[in-house]
């Protein structure tokens, strides 16, 4: 992002609604896309899920840093092929949603002002029910004028939503784009003394812990000295910026947001060091974690990183909670005892239960006959499928006819077996593609089936044999099992997690199958599973150039030379990645459900250069 202005960055999340109306008048208010508050254009134009199409919506004109009084004039552009008729809303906020700054109407052919009395923010919108109408493709430009308040108060956020219409006169075919972007106070607010008595001590300390803690609340210029990182709220960062300043380790409104804090040890497991301990470069680390809070890296959940076998970082951040794939929301503040949906990361844990299983003695090797073993189901095979065996399950190269790649519909295979009375009987009633073995498909069936027969195998209900078998030994006390049936785990996906328990299973893998001096799962079946089954003849999701037993391979590069990672990946920015070479584990979470993920660039940027460098 440019230092001198800010794109409006754009934000999913998924929106459905059955509601359809008609506004001469131009959009209801509240369609600017301030989560919790307010909706979005979706909130009528219900076709598509927010950001789906392949267009864009973003703003110019925001400095950086605003001037009291100053007037800036901002534009918002829409772009989206095939679309001909735009519409958008936005408006300006800061603290608890009070309204920020003046809005001043321009060009009121296409724009016009929603000027609210009271307390209720005002919204710059499009006029009638959609501007522009008849220009295809776009991009459509609206500019306005706004007023920075005087005084500061605080970090601005601008919200904006706009609508890219085929002009069809209903609010079907519709795509809309949801973004915000930013605009801090002056620096000169950074003093880190909100008694604004010229000294910087403990009694500001005391200042900003009883607004932090509600016992009072500072306002107008209080507030903005006392918010030392200048992100529009005083929270304990800040009262941590103020100790610093008083130390001399640091000072408000200088040498970053965010200061690094070695873990503590919780007695889940883990023994902590700092970054320095293991030789990391801590600055790296503190740049990654701004990048994070200024959403330069959007929608990271939670950030751990293990080093030599010590946990030396973690991190949490605010994020959308995942319930499903069509619902998402609330914000909650994450934090170390939250478990967090796993999406497909499940997969590469399900891989770790059939090795586990093998070594029990319950199933007898990844060469067993799947045909075989659903054996109450014979009449669903054939030649070619009596050689599919839990191997090809577990590379994904089983070969039957399988497309999830589309939405969760009833197009969607996926969607056809969690959505059937059998599962299983449907999955091995699929014709067949190719021989097993020879093509790589992505088929999440495959792994539940997995799980069942692990199931079979130990007459265990796999919720049951990963607490016994695997998350007994690790310690991990905090977990959710998703449920396709009353007797049927869904192994592909949706487990939930805490961070720190995400990296044990790493932790596990790069110490040979071994936790704390407790062999877990073999050295055998870690070195199997890891290594690459099948090769991508060109670099899959996030990088991958090659397939394992439900593990990824990703190479990385940097300072000229080649770090790989084998690593479970999942929807929205869920992984675990194990460095063999660098004895280190990074887990990750995220809520990039329908936006790219920022975790490769992350590790690329941030967290290898710090070991490596």
């Not at 609010?171 to 000294?199: E, Q, W």
């Not at 589309?406 to 699929?430: G, H």
Request: net charge negative; with cysteine; proline share 5%.
């Amino acid at each position: 992002m440019s230092k001198k202005h800010l794109i409006f960055s754009t934000l999913i999340l998924l929106g459905f609604s059955a509601i359809l109306r008609a506004f001469s008048g131009g959009p209801m208010d509240n369609m600017a896309g301030n989560p919790p508050a307010f909706n979005t254009c979706t909130f009528c134009h219900v076709t598509y899920p927010l950001n789906s199409g392949n267009g864009y919506m973003y703003g110019e004109g925001l400095p950086s840093e605003y001037t009291p009084g100053e007037t800036y004039t901002l534009t918002v552009t829409l772009y989206d092929p095939g679309q001909s008729r735009w519409g958008f809303e936005l408006t300006a906020l800061y603290g608890n949603g009070q309204q920020a700054g003046t809005f001043i109407i321009t060009d009121d052919t296409n724009t016009q002002l929603s000027d609210n009395p009271g307390s209720s923010p005002d919204f710059v919108k499009h006029t009638s029910a959609g501007t522009f109408a008849g220009t295809l493709d776009g991009p459509v430009t609206w500019s306005f004028d706004w007023v920075a308040p005087s005084p500061a108060v605080g970090t601005i956020t601008f919200y904006g939503s706009g609508l890219a219409a085929d002009n069809n006169n209903s609010h079907s075919m519709d795509y809309v784009y949801r973004g915000k972007a930013f605009s801090a106070p002056p620096s000169s607010c950074n003093t880190g003394d909100p008694d604004d008595n010229g000294t910087v001590n403990v009694l500001d300390v005391v200042k900003a812990v009883n607004h932090i803690l509600g016992l009072d609340v500072l306002e107008g210029d209080a507030f903005c000295w006392a918010d030392c990182n200048a992100d529009g709220v005083v929270d304990v960062l800040d009262a941590l910026g103020i100790v610093n300043t008083i130390l001399g380790i640091g000072e408000c409104g200088s040498g970053g947001i965010y200061k690094y804090v070695q873990p503590p040890e919780t007695g889940d497991g883990w023994l902590t060091a700092s970054l320095a301990d293991v030789g990391m470069d801590e600055d790296d680390i503190d740049a990654a974690v701004e990048g994070i809070l200024t959403e330069e890296y959007q929608r990271v959940h939670g950030l751990v990183i293990i080093k030599d076998g010590y946990l030396v970082f973690e991190e949490y951040f605010e994020g959308e909670v995942y319930n499903n794939p069509t619902s998402i929301g609330p914000i909650v503040q994450f934090d170390r005892d939250r478990i967090h949906n796993l999406a497909s990361t499940t997969k590469s844990i399900t891989s770790t239960m059939v090795g586990i299983a093998i070594d029990q003695g319950f199933i007898s090797s990844v060469q067993e006959s799947i045909y075989q073993i659903f054996d109450e189901y014979d009449g669903l095979s054939d030649e070619l499928k009596e050689k599919m065996t839990i191997e090809h399950l577990l590379t994904m190269t089983a070969g039957w006819e399988w497309d999830e790649n589309t939405q969760m519909t009833s197009e969607n295979d996926l969607y056809l077996f969690n959505t059937s009375p059998n599962p299983i009987q449907f999955l091995l009633s699929r014709p067949m593609e190719a021989e097993p073995g020879s093509v790589w498909c992505y088929n999440g069936a495959g792994v539940t089936m997995l799980g069942k027969i692990i199931d079979r195998a130990s007459d265990l209900d796999l919720e049951d044999f990963s607490v016994q078998y695997l998350f007994g030994p690790l310690g991990i006390t905090d977990y959710w099992w998703p449920y396709i049936r009353s007797d049927l785990v869904a192994a592909h996906g949706d487990l939930k997690l805490r961070p720190r328990d995400m990296a044990k299973i790493g932790q596990l893998f790069l110490e040979g199958g071994v936790w704390n001096g407790q062999r877990i799962v073999s050295e055998e079946w870690v070195e199997q599973s890891t290594q690459i089954w099948y090769e991508f003849d060109h670099t899959w999701w996030g990088g991958s150039d090659g397939y394992g037993y439900l593990w990824w391979h990703i190479p990385f590069h940097v300072g000229g030379e080649t770090y790989r990672a084998y690593t479970s990946m999942g929807w929205g920015g869920q992984y675990i990645m194990i460095f063999e070479e660098l004895d280190m584990v990074v887990a990750v979470t995220g809520g990039n459900y329908f936006t790219a993920e920022p975790v490769y660039e992350i590790v690329q940027n941030h967290i290898l250069p710090a070991v490596v460098d």
